[in-house]
């Protein structure tokens, strides 16, 4: 992973931003569906350079995970969220929201303005984050933006973490997470 920068652009252009790497994300999707059915979804569809249709998909979730976390910096998920305490001899407990990459393995994917994970005080919390999310995708199918099998995948999912005084979080498998850099 690269090193974190911050840039400042007006919220309009931002939005440009995340309609390209929805353009990329889509491109990969469709060059995955056209690996898998020899079928192109359009005349004048160019497939993307890639070994097969799982590195493909894998590609297009790794710009839906970008456009997610700009999407998230820009509207930050408020009122559902474990507050941090200060440092203390007992870890918290919460749930994150995590995906799968090819690039970067298992992350968490909800972050906040200090690149911080997010950690959800309960589970249902977390998949409400995710419905939100979600709904956000069949919205752009609605209005003509995302297609319909895009639309309807759900790649992230809620873990219970454990938040230790550090700062560091711990997920049930014993991987862990620090703030990003």
Wanted: one cysteine or more; charged letters at 30%.
């Amino acid at each position: 992973m690269g090193t974190l920068q911050t840039l400042k652009l007006d919220s309009n252009d931002i939005g440009q931003i995340i309609d390209g790497l929805r353009w990329r994300a889509d491109s990969w999707r469709e060059t995955a569906d056209y690996l898998e059915s020899g079928h192109a979804s359009r005349n004048d569809f160019a497939a993307e350079e890639c070994s097969d249709a799982e590195e493909a998909r894998s590609i297009a979730s790794h710009y839906e995970r970008i456009i997610r976390e700009v999407a998230t910096q820009l509207h930050p998920p408020v009122g559902r969220r474990l507050k941090r305490k200060q440092p203390k001899s007992k870890p918290d407990c919460g749930y994150c929201i995590f995906i799968n990459t090819l690039f970067q393995g298992t992350t968490i994917s909800v972050h906040d303005g200090n690149d911080l994970p997010v950690i959800f005080s309960s589970e249902r919390e977390a998949q409400l984050e995710i419905v939100d999310f979600h709904m956000t995708r069949i919205q752009e199918f609605i209005d003509g933006e995302r297609d319909y099998d895009d639309a309807l995948e759900i790649e992230e999912y809620v873990m219970p973490v454990t938040v230790l005084p550090d700062g560091v979080v711990v997920d049930e498998c014993g991987r862990q997470y620090r703030k990003k850099s």
